[in-house]
């Protein structure tokens, strides 16, 4: 890796310098396109690298500085955004090859707001295509190496922007969490990453994948960036309909709150020794941080949530559902890729055929039939009265508690190419799924390492728009938790 | 909610062989007259260069959310009330089939919560069609297919124009109530009265803005059966619905005497050939997959929304069409004078004092829309009376309403102007004897019977009293004299 970018290194400082004056934006921006020419050949954490853009957005916030203009709270933070967030005049993919050359005209509202803050883009990051994925091995232009072990996967789907924090290539990105693919890749990189309270942050402009399900988070180093960002992206906006319509609390004074009094129940089904697939380093960690939580005061005890296991077969009727309907629009007719044929049917399959990967056709198939006549009830609807049934159980839990605890990913970084049978992968995001099912917020902290040295995530859960007492828990949390030593593979 | 009455409705009997009646239901898709598309900031206009009134939203671009149109909503709300509906709670659903001209290849509607449900519409002549519900959804965009010869070797390609993509629609969908092709008429013209009256839609068939579609089914007259049923589309006028309907009914008869049966298929109106052919194949027939669209959620009008929508709903068609037949006028002129959305100014006039019968026959028949706003209503009546009493022709009644309308004087300074005075019997009969002097062969052969003579005689004493002659009178003089 080229050398460490000198200070201030986290988004809370680099807007505070940039703001007062001692650095210039330019200078941070360039410092963080140095380290991408540099490593993310490598790496692969971005699609495309907007450093004209972003070299341009610089001055113009140093030139405001320099006229005493106020300027926003992320004024000079570069950041990386997840490829199907859509960003005008930048092109927007998915990471397909149905939108490869794609140009959005318009900003993802939570673009506007970050560039209305002062963020910088410098680029947009790889993924599974449309998001379908928990390795980033889905991408239609190739995988994201994990920066801390480089044959293995940073997790996804939005392993580009969980890389690009890890590789320092960014103090801050974002991408969009469906049943985890914010925290998980965020646990298997070893950075923060929150999906916040369905509703809480606008999808207007995010491609969707799963609309029910899909809600945009940032991705940090600290969990002091993670709520800085939250603040400035979170807020009720009129082109959603599905979007909160109230003020929301800022989360950023509730940081040093601590824990004090806060009830904290351990789900007891997604800590069990005897999981399959759940490594036993993660489960460790993860009654680790509970002791940790219970040793700065908060009252912790087992809780069990029967349905929370039965929340993957549940996600993975109504998300493939959702997307066999969302990804129609892919036809070839009015933008992205088109193959001919010899009529306009003949033309849409063809370019559909040629413009989807594996997983995305495996999945379009598994919603169309979940929602065929005769199938709907038996699939479709038995996985939404599922739903029903997990949201009621979780909230008469959250009656009792203010927040739970599980780990985030039920193993560390796997190789390239460990989970190639899609159940396998599917299972990858047991814990992540229910506060998807649920729309309710959770947090991704790392804590400690596991197997091979690599880190763990603990994730921290909570009812409708609980992420002030996430983020009090994930600030003890960060505090508390042990060194992390650099696994082999960070020495490159 | 609101039961069904039986229908009148001659079951098309006169119109099918044997001892069979028509089944008819209607789907009619108005779009409705707002500012805006139904889930889009785009202007809802018709017209326009291709694919200029069209915003990210509306072209289905990838991110894009749809917004419900609160105005499309209240709208639709003030159909359901006039349809005596029940308003309630709804959700929009996708509707998932690819087509080109639909961005998204999906339609946003409404399926198993519908806005309005259960309601039902009065026609003109007294029979009452239920209505099963009312339904808000978003309207497709247009493709034109060029070089489309229909030859192998022709490369044909195909435009699509997607202004009309998303604006709102009301889609109405009336119980099998409808036993033939005259009535199915009059409830698409009844709707559409009382669509343009709620100020809901423009109601403009030839523009599109207005669609009907047709189940047909036939049964032995007087069973309660309800048998398979043909969807009819592609009917563009009312003329072309009832042929369609004929036709289609009298098919399924051939069909049922020959011992076979139809069966339920899309059928499409070819309105050259007079007949209808059978649309998609079974094989491909469309499962739509619909499912609650998760980018939106349920509308649930609230009562006190309601009773406001409620309480600002104009007269309906029916209720001023009987007002004027309570006033005196008969029932043909008085659907003429709503219609023409002249009935206030009949009324008026009839309050005023006017006759009611020569009242909407002026409305219904002599007045030119355009500039009957500016009619002084008082003026209107004295013109009416002045005919009824004979101080004026039918004819010069006429002339004095047209400059009554443009220059806004009252009746009987312009008659004065005008030197119309009604002439008496006596003066007529003097000008016809000097005219029948004056043209002794042809009068003659007028009274063996030379009938088309008439004309002359009434043309030379027209000209003579420059127009003023009661017509009526001279034609009754004619035959008088004639028979002498």
């Known amino acids: 890796m080229s050398d460490p970018i000198a200070a201030p290194r986290t988004a809370t400082d680099i807007a505070a310098a940039v703001a007062d004056g001692s650095v210039a934006a330019v200078s941070i921006v360039e410092d963080h396109l140095d380290r991408i020419a540099a490593d993310d050949g490598e790496i692969h954490a971005f699609n495309t690298v907007a450093a004209e853009d972003a070299r341009q957005a610089a001055a113009e916030i140093d030139a405001a500085i320099a006229a005493g203009t106020a300027v926003g709270p992320l004024a000079g933070v570069p950041i990386a955004l997840k490829d199907n967030f859509c960003t005008s005049g930048v092109t927007t993919t998915c990471s397909s090859r149905i939108l490869q050359d794609w140009v959005p005209p318009y900003d993802a509202t939570v673009v506007e707001r970050l560039r209305a803050a002062g963020a910088i883009l410098v680029g947009k990051t790889n993924l599974d295509e449309f998001a379908m994925g928990s390795s980033t091995e889905n991408s239609a232009f190739g995988p994201t190496r994990n920066p801390l072990d480089t044959s293995r996967v940073p997790g996804g789907s939005s392993g580009g922007s969980a890389a690009a924090v890890a590789a320092g290539f960014a103090p801050l990105s974002f991408g969009s969490d469906t049943g985890g693919s914010i925290r998980q890749p965020a646990s298997l990189c070893g950075v923060v990453g929150l999906k916040p309270t369905y509703g809480a942050v606008s999808r207007y402009g995010l491609i969707a994948f799963a609309s029910s399900l899909d809600q945009i988070g940032p991705f940090s180093t600290t969990v002091a960036d993670a709520a800085l960002a939250f603040d400035v992206i979170a807020g009720h906006d009129p082109r959603d309909s599905t979007s909160i319509d109230r003020k929301l609390q800022a989360v950023t004074p509730a940081l040093g709150a601590g824990v004090e009094g806060l009830r904290v129940g351990i789900v007891s089904e997604l800590t069990a020794r005897d999981l399959a697939g759940f490594e036993p380093e993660v489960v460790d960690r993860a009654t680790e941080a509970a002791e940790a939580l219970g040793d700065a005061g908060a009252k912790v005890e087992e809780v069990s949530i029967p349905s929370a296991i039965a929340g993957l077969a549940a996600y993975y009727m109504i998300a493939p559902a959702e997307a066999s309907s969302n990804l129609a629009r892919y036809d070839g007719v009015r933008y992205g890729r088109r193959e001919p044929g010899v009529n306009t049917a003949a033309m849409m399959q063809a370019s559909r055929t040629a413009g989807f990967g594996d997983e995305v056709k495996r999945r379009i198939m598994l919603g169309t039939y979940a929602l065929s006549a005769g199938y709907y009830d038996a699939f479709y609807g038995k996985a939404q009265r599922l739903r029903t049934r997990m949201i009621e159980d979780f909230e008469r839990v959250y009656a009792d508690f203010d927040v739970l605890l599980s780990p985030t990913s039920p193993c560390v970084a796997f190789p390239f190419g460990a989970k190639a049978d899609p159940l396998t992968m599917y299972y990858n995001d047991v814990c992540t799924i229910p506060s998807n099912l649920t729309g309710h917020p959770a947090i991704s902290v790392p804590f400690g390492t596991g197997a091979d040295g690599l880190p763990v995530g603990v994730q921290v859960m909570g009812p409708m728009l609980a992420e002030a007492d996430l983020f009090r828990v994930a600030t003890v949390l960060e505090q508390a938790a042990p060194p992390a030593t650099p696994p082999s593979g960070a020495s490159r | ?484």
């Open chain 2, 1 to 484: 909610m609101t039961i069904t009455e039986p229908t009148a409705g001659t079951g098309g009997h006169d119109l099918l062989p044997g001892d069979w009646e028509m089944v008819i239901g209607l789907e009619v898709h108005a779009e409705l007259a707002t500012a805006t598309k139904m889930f889009s900031p785009a202007a809802n206009t018709f017209g326009g260069e291709p694919n200029t009134n069209v915003h990210p939203v509306c072209l289905g671009l990838p991110g894009t959310l749809p917004v419900v149109n609160r105005r499309a909503v209240e709208l639709g709300i003030r159909i359901g009330l006039a349809l005596e509906c029940t308003v309630q709670r709804c959700v929009f659903a996708r509707k998932n089939y690819f087509y080109p001209d639909m961005p998204k290849d999906y339609q946003i509607s409404q399926y198993e919560l519908a806005l309005n449900v259960d309601g039902r519409l009065e026609l003109a002549d007294g029979s009452v069609i239920g209505v099963e519900r009312a339904h808000l959804e978003e309207d497709t965009g247009k493709s034109t297919h060029v070089g489309d010869s229909g030859r192998i070797h022709d490369a044909g390609y195909s435009l699509v124009d997607y202004n009309r993509a998303g604006v709102p629609l009301i889609e109405i969908v009336s119980r099998p109530d409808l036993r033939d092709p005259e009535q199915a008429k009059s409830y698409v013209e009844e709707l559409r009265a009382i669509l343009v009256a709620v100020g809901a839609s423009d109601g403009k068939m030839e523009e599109g803005s207005l669609r009907v579609d047709a189940n047909v089914s036939v049964r032995p007259a007087g069973a309660d059966e309800l048998r398979t049923r043909c969807e009819i589309k592609n009917v563009n006028s009312l003329r072309s619905l009832g042929r369609a309907i004929t036709y289609e009914a009298r098919r399924h008869v051939d069909l049922y005497e020959a011992g076979d049966a139809p069966r339920q298929e899309t059928r499409h109106w070819d309105e050259e050939d007079g007949r209808t052919r059978a649309g998609r194949s079974k094989e491909e027939a469309e499962d739509y997959r619909y499912f609650d669209d998760p980018d939106l959620v349920p509308i649930d009008p609230s009562p006190e929304w309601i009773e406001e929508i409620r309480a600002a709903l104009p007269a309906l068609p029916r209720q001023r069409r009987q007002a004027l037949i309570e006033r005196g006028a008969p029932a043909a002129g008085a659907a003429l004078a709503v219609e023409r959305d002249l009935d206030g100014l009949a009324m008026a006039a009839i309050e005023a004092g006017a006759e009611p019968e020569r009242t909407v026959t002026h409305v219904a028949n002599n007045l030119a829309v355009d500039g009957a706003e500016s009619l002084d209503a008082n003026h209107f009546a004295e013109l009416v009376t002045m005919e009824t009493e004979g101080a004026l022709t039918a004819t010069q009644a006429k002339q004095v309403l047209a400059d009554m309308v443009e220059t806004g004087r009252d009746p009987a300074t312009i008659a004065a102007d005008k030197g119309f005075e009604a002439m008496d019997t006596g003066e007529l009969e003097t000008l016809l004897d000097q005219v029948i002097a004056e043209h002794p062969d042809e009068w003659s052969r007028f009274k063996e019977g030379e009938a088309k003579l008439q004309g002359m005689f009434v043309g030379q004493i027209m000209k003579a009293t420059k127009g003023q002659a009661d017509g009526k009178l001279l034609n009754q003089l004619l035959g008088r004299k004639a028979a002498e």
